[in-house]
């Protein structure tokens, strides 16, 4: 069944729109697997682990508490911060719910600034890489080995927000306030890279979109801003809610996950976002292994799309 975007309401509209093929994951999507950390946490003492456990439990006591504007301020971060992996981003948020701009005492010296006297620096988790040798195909007449790279371990290091510093002025990053200038041109083309099909259609009024696996229709007659907002939110299903996913997670987890990507995404790019935190609540009912995989979708996908359509390359760095 598609996912339907009507405004501030989302439902499934079964009766305009039929033979909908299951949502699919996107290829661009890097798997949870995949990362050097996913590899690491094999390991029983996986420090990310943990700080993901003790961060996602304070985040839901502090829900539970009725601080419903703490799950804004961590979508406001998880969009300052896409650079960086899920843990260091619970790592940050959890030492400095207010930071705007970390890196390293060696990158702040470089841009001129320097950290103030008795100021505590935030501390994040760097990958201990080691080269493990490894022979390359036996096909090969020139066989030779490979140094392949492993993460051996982890270790901390520390980050410092910009108001922990002092010195040369920072030029200003480039704001859209309520325009997406060229990122609605961008997200347009990325959306076509991952064979994503993208039409306007009036006949799914009065949904402003919708995402059926494959596919996208968009109400046309939208402002470039709700468009754009409107395509985040129907590229989040196509994205994080593959077929196997949309089985094991409720239609309100589904619509939220959307909602609060196309919020990440929005605030990412400078779009003045309404709060996504109020519905979002509903979705964990307390349930701290759910609230963490959701999380992590968010996150992941979030970074992914802010990444092409800000022209990045992803990865993370530490600032170190």
């Known amino acids: 069944m598609p996912s339907t975007r009507t405004g ?3 439902r499934s509209n079964a ?8 949502h699919r994951r996107n290829a661009t999507l890097p798997d949870k697997n995949d990362s050097p950390e996913a590899e690491y946490s094999k390991s029983r003492d996986n420090p990310a682990e943990q700080v993901i456990k003790q961060a996602v439990n304070s985040l839901i006591e502090q829900l539970n508490q009725g601080k419903s504007e703490t799950m804004t301020q961590y979508l406001v971060a998880m969009a300052r911060f896409h650079r960086y992996s899920f843990a260091n981003l619970l790592a940050i948020f959890r030492a400095r719910p207010d930071a705007t701009h970390v890196a390293g005492i060696r990158t702040w010296n470089e ?3 320097f950290v103030q006297k008795g100021e505590k620096g935030i501390p994040i988790l760097a990958p201990i890489i080691r080269h493990r ?9 020139k066989a030779t080995e490979q140094r392949q790279r492993v993460v051996a371990g982890w270790h901390i290091v520390h980050v410092f927000d910009i108001l922990q510093t002092h010195g040369r002025t920072l030029p200003e990053p480039t704001k859209v306030s309520g325009e997406v200038g060229t990122y609605l041109d961008r997200l347009i083309e990325f959306v076509r890279r991952q064979g994503i099909e993208l039409e306007y259609n009036e006949r799914i009024a009065p949904a ?3 995402s059926y696996g494959g596919k996208i229709a968009l109400l046309p007659g939208q402002s470039k801003a709700e468009t754009f907002n409107t395509l985040v939110h129907e590229l989040g299903h ?5 077929a ?3 089985g094991t997670i409720t239609k309100t987890v589904r619509e939220t996950e959307a909602e609060a990507i196309a919020f990440v995404v929005g605030h990412g790019v400078g779009l003045e976002m309404s709060t996504a935190a109020s519905d979002y609540i509903q979705t964990y009912a307390g349930d701290a292994t759910m609230l ?4 992590g979708t968010i996150q992941r996908t979030s970074a992914v799309i802010l990444a092409a359509i800000c022209n990045e390359d992803g990865a993370e760095t530490t600032n170190n």
């Open 8 to 10: 501030s309401a989302y």
């Open 15 to 22: 009766t305009a729109i039929r033979g909908a093929a299951p």
């Open 111 to 113: 841009l001129g600034r």
């Open 133 to 141: 040798r490894s022979k390359g195909d036996e096909s090969d007449e």
């Open 208 to 210: 402003l979109g919708v």
């Open 238 to 242: 196509e994205m994080a809610h593959s």
């Open 244 to 246: 196997e996913r949309r």
């Open 292 to 295: 963490a995989e959701s999380l």
